[in-house]
């Protein structure tokens, strides 16, 4: 979908008119600049390299690897105020319900806010709310660590599996690797997610119960999966001749409903809370960061929550022309509304970054694979692209062929740490070189000039170049940004992840969607609880009102299954 599919449709917004008019402007630009490549906005504009970065938070990001001029910056800029961007921005942090489909705040802020600011919600202080309950949290951290908090038979917990899926799985499997340098001494940390019972099996084949912690952690306490596994996880440790009452001892539960984690049978003192304004994919800075913190204890676990503290009041404070995740927001609203660039890889040249775009995924499409506006009506424009990505230099040997030659353009983030966690010889050098490298190649690209002449001076006749010749040209003009930190550590990788989250809300306001909530994942939900008895058991009439494909593919299944 590009700009022009959308042109007319910011009619239901109050101020359509001008939306209009600094749409239409853009869509000119967009069309005007397309005429040229990117690395001519270089040669235009010798500030540029200085102009289009800008630093946040211990983060430099560089956006200047884009079609984007300067007036075209200033539209988007003036295309953000009139969706009023700065008013939303405040209206989160103050904890309006702004996830109205379920009347709910969206503070994840609050959770990193130890500066002793009040937020009100229902009467109540969010942000000491979050601080007691993380001070509650990272005192059964330190009694852990502390052997304090021994198993039932007297053996230390130094094995934690993390028993959850989607938010309550993600990010804090993501910040346990990106911070694996941090892991203290001996301990061992797993992470459960798949209803597959392999997954459970493979980690269970490792664990010795009398020093295993298992959390459960789920902000319903009702996903089928987490549920499930959590149960096999009692049994599993039951079967191993530990006894009920040791339960106390070696489940913690993370949820926001109490009671169903009271019926599950975990004792108050192991359960932490957290609360419905804290959305999934947004809370690994509360009680779901436990794994985490048990990790990498309790001080690592506080320099996070303070590296996203830090990006936090960046993003509130900063004017827009200055705020990094605004303009990382309106870079994308560039690639994905103007060039029509659907798909955007996340690129991290870090090994322990292994899980940032599984992470990211979720954060992202989940919160803006979004098609209908807050309204009700079609939302005014093509909203969150496919992400995918991996780290670099492995990605590069897979698919940065399609990244550099394939017919569609992606659009990509470089994340890039100047120094390594671990030096070893000139590996980061070498890494080094090769992610900046690669923006370079993907901008710049490779013409066809410059390829013949090549493989004339290689000796190929006119013929052979002729066919060969194409084949080898780099279109280039593909657009990146590089994100630059000194060094990964708890406070940039907080940094880091907060301005992505503040990015996808920007990019949702923009295009009026709720980025909060999350309808689309219900449908399959549902539907799987109504196949559910007829995998094993009676296929009956309700087989019968499957549709025809669905029909034959469980009937091939049942009939390899054994089911009657
Ligand atoms: O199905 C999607 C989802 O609701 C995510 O938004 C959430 O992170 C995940 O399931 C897990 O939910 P819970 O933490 O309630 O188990």
């Known amino acids: 979908m590009t700009a022009e599919d959308h042109a007319e449709s910011w009619s239901g917004f109050d101020n359509a008119a001008e939306l209009d008019r600094c749409w239409q402007e853009l869509t000119a630009l967009a069309r005007e600049l397309a005429r040229e490549s990117i690395a001519d906005r270089f040669a235009d504009d010798p500030e540029r390299a200085e102009s289009f970065s800008i630093e946040a938070a211990g983060l ?69 709310l979050a601080r007691a309950e993380c001070d509650r949290m990272l005192a059964f951290v330190r009694r852990v660590h502390a052997d304090e908090h021994r198993g039932a038979t007297g053996e230390p917990l ?35 997610s798949n209803v597959d019972g392999q997954h459970l099996g493979d980690v269970l084949d490792q664990l010795d119960p009398a020093r295993t912690l298992f959390i459960v952690a789920s902000k319903t306490f009702t996903t089928q999966e987490t549920m499930t596994n959590a149960a096999s996880a009692v049994d599993w440790f039951l079967a191993s001749g530990m006894a009920r009452e040791d339960i106390a001892t070696h489940f913690a539960a993370l949820s926001t409903n ?11 003192d192991n359960t932490f809370a957290f609360w419905d304004w804290v959305g999934g994919r947004y809370s690994l800075w509360s009680a779901i960061g436990l794994s985490i913190a048990l990790h990498v204890g309790a001080d690592a676990f506080l320099e996070l929550l303070q590296g996203a503290y830090a990006m936090d009041r960046h ?26 660039i659907g798909v955007h890889a996340v690129l991290p040249y870090d090994q322990h970054l292994h899980r940032l775009p599984a992470y990211l995924q979720q954060a992202d499409m989940e919160s803006n694979g979004k098609a209908v506006a807050r309204s009700g009506r079609p939302a005014p424009l093509a909203t969150g692209p496919v992400l995918f990505g991996e780290p670099g230099t492995n990605g590069q040997h897979a698919f940065y062929q399609l990244l550099h030659q394939g017919s569609d353009k992606v659009a990509a983030d470089f994340i890039v740490a100047a120094r390594s966690q671990r030096e070893m010889g000139d590996h980061h050098a070498r890494l080094l070189a090769n992610a900046l490298a690669q923006p370079r190649a993907l901008m710049n690209g490779k013409a ?56 996808i809300f920007v990019q949702g306001v923009i295009w009026g969607i709720n980025s909060f909530d999350q309808w689309g994942v219900e449908l399959g939900k549902e539907l799987a609880r109504e196949l559910l008895p007829l995998i094993d058991g009676e296929g009956g009439d309700a087989a019968a009102s499957l549709d025809p494909s669905t029909r034959r593919l ?11």
């Not at 109490?258 to 108050?268: C, D, K, L, R």
């Not at 993003?315 to 029509?340: C, D, K, S, Y």
């Not at 013949?452 to 066919?467: C, H, W, Y």
């Not at 469980?554 to 009657?564: E, H």
Request: hydrophobic share 40%; proline share 5%; aromatic share 6%.
């Open 60 to 128: 430099l990001l560089d956006y200047s690897k884009s079609r984007i001029s300067r007036s075209a910056r200033d539209t988007l800029l003036r295309l953000a105020e009139l969706r009023g961007v700065p008013d939303a921005t405040q209206a989160m942090f103050r904890g309006d319900r702004i996830n109205e489909s379920e009347n709910r705040p969206v503070l994840h802020t609050a959770l990193r806010d130890r500066s002793g600011r009040t937020v009100l919600v229902d009467g109540e202080d969010a942000c000491a």
């Open 158 to 192: 130094d094995t934690v599996v993390n028993i959850g899926i989607g938010g309550s799985d993600l990010g804090p499997q993501m910040v346990v690797e990106a911070l694996r340098p941090y892991g203290l001494k001996g301990r061992r940390t797993f992470f459960v």
């Open 258 to 268: 109490s009671e169903a984690v009271q019926n599950f049978g975990i004792a108050p």
């Open 315 to 340: 993003f509130a404070e900063a004017p827009m022309t200055q705020n990094a995740p605004v303009l990382l927001a309106l870079v994308g609203i560039w690639h994905r509304n103007l060039e029509g």
């Open 448 to 503: 066809l000039e410059r390829v013949n002449d090549e493989l004339r001076a290689a000796g190929l006749d006119e013929q052979a170049i002729a066919v060969l010749g194409p084949q080898k040209v780099f279109p280039g003009s593909r657009p990146s940004n590089t994100i630059l930190m000194e060094r990964l550590t708890p406070h940039s990788l907080g940094a880091l992840i907060a301005l992505y989250e503040h990015k």
């Open 554 to 564: 469980l009937s091939w299944i049942r009939a390899r299954r054994g089911a009657r």
